[in-house]
């Protein structure tokens, strides 16, 4: 579910303790769709999420640790839809990563109140073993295909994959953190971002060499 709209009433003091923990999850999405990741307390999350200041301790230590599963949730979404997009690099690895970037875009369009959780918390994803295994994931995906890339460039030396799969996410997280978010911080373009990011990634490819 996207958290894009803060008017969502669902039933969230509808919860009783049996389902505490994905209120409390539910309740910090809400708000960090309102204010921030950082723009909340634990106590306006429990008062969401209708229980008292007190419980949200069974669950979670303090608000930093119910941000950090917040972001470990929208990591593995974002992995899932990025690999979905890869789909093993059919039909060819140039297209696939077109995919690729365009699901990452959209990512940062519907579901920003995750992507605000994984980059905007200011948890780094070595806090948590499960924080740093979801990062991964979603980062194998774009090393993945710019591992596809090189392997297709016939001048040697080839650039190394991780430095291309990092120049390719740079890219791409910029242009979803400026210009394809669905929320305020979201700054006008008179194009698609789509169309910015192929044009961008086109010709970064063929600065390496990279066929058409």
């Known amino acids: 579910m ?21 209120a409390l999850i539910d ?36 608000r930093e640790e119910l941000v950090l599963e917040v972001a470990r949730r929208g990591y593995q979404k974002f992995a899932e839809q990025l690999n979905k997009a890869w789909d093993d690099g059919k039909p060819d690895a140039a297209t696939a990563l077109k ?8 990512f940062a369009r519907s579901e920003t109140a995750l992507f605000n959780a994984m980059f ?24 993945t ?21 990092l120049h390719i996410w740079s890219m791409t997280h910029g242009l979803a953190s400026l210009f394809a978010r669905g929320d305020k911080a979201r700054r006008s373009l008179p194009m698609p971002p789509e169309d910015l990011l192929e044009a961008g990634v086109l010709l970064y490819l063929d600065g390496l060499g990279v066929p058409r």
Request: glycine residues 8%; proline residues 5%; contains cysteine.
């Open 27 to 62: 309740a910090a999405l809400g708000l960090i769709a309102q204010k921030g990741p950082e723009g909340f307390t634990f106590a306006e999350a429990a008062r969401e999420a209708g229980v008292s200041a007190a419980a949200p301790y069974r669950h979670f230590k303090d």
């Open 99 to 106: 995919h690729v970037g365009q699901a990452y875009l959209e």
């Open 2 to 22: 996207s958290w894009n709209r803060h008017n969502d009433k669902r039933t969230r003091r509808g919860y009783h303790h049996g389902n505490l923990r994905e």
């Open 120 to 143: 905007e918390s200011g948890i780094p994803v070595s806090a948590d073993r499960d924080l740093k295994k979801a990062s991964d994931a979603a980062f194998d995906v774009v090393q």
């Open 145 to 165: 295909a710019a591992e596809e890339i090189c392997a297709t460039i016939n001048k040697s030396p080839r650039p190394p994959a991780l430095m291309v799969a």
